[in-house]
């Protein structure tokens, strides 16, 4: 459960940089497109509540510190999808070069290659199974 104070909603949805805000996944992404991005780039985000419904596709260069990932319902690995095809994923949304520091992530999974999928169970990549 996330027990935090109420943030504002974030309305600049092209801002670099995201602040007790709360901000809604899918809505971020469609500034993206509209902006004429395919990722979500280069973006930072403090101390704020991220909601889905989404899937987060870890596309490279992004760091997280502190972070609430969600609810597991007792088991880590239910945040996680594996991507089947070694191409690409279609349908989440693409994070590269973010930085997420003290964030709480609500009705998120989460993706991307296996270092990222380890660093999320905290095991080392090679036993990741």
Do not use: K, Y
């Not at 987060?56 to 880590?76: I, P, Q």
């Not at 693409?94 to 290659?113: I, L, Q, Y």
């Amino acid at each position: 459960m996330i027990n935090r104070e109420i943030r504002t909603t974030a309305t600049d949805l092209r801002a670099p940089r995201f602040q007790d805000q709360e901000v809604w996944l899918p809505a971020l992404m469609m500034a993206a497109l509209q902006a004429g991005e395919r990722a979500i780039t280069g973006r930072s985000f403090s101390n704020c509540l991220l909601h889905g419904p989404a899937v987060f596709l870890a596309a490279g260069g992004n760091a997280m510190n502190a972070c609430n990932m969600g609810f597991t319902g007792g088991d880590t690995r239910n945040l996680l999808l594996r991507p089947v095809s070694p191409t690409g994923v279609i349908g989440a949304i693409p994070f590269v070069d973010c930085r997420f520091e003290w964030c709480d992530f609500d009705a998120v999974g989460f993706t991307g290659n296996e270092a990222f999928i380890a660093s999320i169970l905290g095991v080392p990549e090679g036993e990741v199974g």
